[in-house]
């Protein structure tokens, strides 16, 4: 629920999964995270209130009901790590497939992305395993991500052949990390349930792909275009990074805000 602009992160999330034609979208919470299905829920009397007021712009940002997404709830009841958060999507997904897509990652400025539709046309048409995104980062950043092994394939995407979880540079089989989104067929579920847990108590998701890989299924890759940039929330410096550009790219304030910065970072 971090606000990036004028939005929180997940709602950012969302968006781009609507606009890639994902309709139905489970989000996987935790204890204390009332806060994102509130801020979902229709509120009546909110909306009354702004439109009384005249304020039209600010109902219209609050209804989410335009959206025509079916939002369904269920919770992580221990912090057992991303492959086990997934696990809690099972009875959801059923035998059909899944697309992920991680909170703590927008791809594109104002989650402009049509990565998500590129990955379900390769899953479909390539009767693939599993696809993800992938961006390169600077070799001394391997350490904070998955990281794949690959070669040249054909449309224009990547064969993965092995994956590290948050390799060290020295160790990295390539630079190329994964940018926060996957499209699996159900077998996932069975592969998590295979995953040992680290040393952390955490089920690795990477640990799960990397079974298919050792299974011979296939698993390929696609790489985000510069304009799709993912825009990583996980740490401080990005966080603010992220929400500095959102800011200026505002329509309404982003002038003002870059006339301010000038002037702020041109005071002694």
């Known amino acids: 629920m971090l606000p990036v602009a004028r939005k929180p992160i997940v709602q950012y999330v969302l968006e781009e999964l609507l606009a890639n034609g994902v ?13 994102i299905e509130n801020h979902f829920d229709t509120d009546p009397e909110l909306l009354r209130t702004l439109n009384s007021r005249k ?4 109902a219209s940002q609050t209804d989410f009901e335009h959206l025509k997404a079916h939002i369904f709830y269920t ?4 912090q057992k790590g ?14 059909q497939p899944v697309v992920v897509a991680l909170g703590d990652s927008i ?13 379900i046309q390769l899953f479909e048409s390539r009767r693939a395993s599993c696809v993800v995104a992938v961006e390169e980062v600077p070799p001394e950043e391997t350490r904070n991500y998955g990281v794949i092994r690959a070669r040249e394939g054909k449309d224009g995407c990547l064969n993965v052949l092995d994956l590290i979880e948050k390799p060290r540079p020295e160790e990295a089989p390539s630079n190329l990390a994964i940018a926060g989104r996957y499209v699996f067929s159900p077998l996932i579920f069975d592969m998590l349930r295979r995953v ?6 955490e089920i690795q998701l990477t640990d799960a792909i990397r079974f298919l890989c050792e ?24 966080y603010y990074a992220t929400f500095v550009e959102f800011a200026l790219a505002d329509p309404d304030y982003g002038k003002e805000l870059r006339d301010y910065l000038q002037t702020l970072l041109n005071t002694p």
């Open 23 to 35: 309709e139905q979208i489970l989000l996987i919470t935790g204890r204390s995270k009332t806060a």
């Open 55 to 58: 304020m039209t712009h600010l």
């Open 75 to 78: 919770r992580q009841h221990q």
């Open 82 to 95: 991303l492959g086990d958060a997934v696990l809690c999507g099972e009875s959801f997904a059923g035998e």
């Open 107 to 119: 791809l594109g400025l104002h989650a402009k992305s049509s990565c998500v539709s590129r990955m």
């Open 196 to 201: 040992q847990a680290d040393s952390k108590g």
């Open 215 to 238: 299974e011979g299924k296939r698993v390929l890759a696609v790489k985000l275009p510069p304009s799709e940039k993912r825009y990583d929330i996980g740490n401080f410096a990005s």
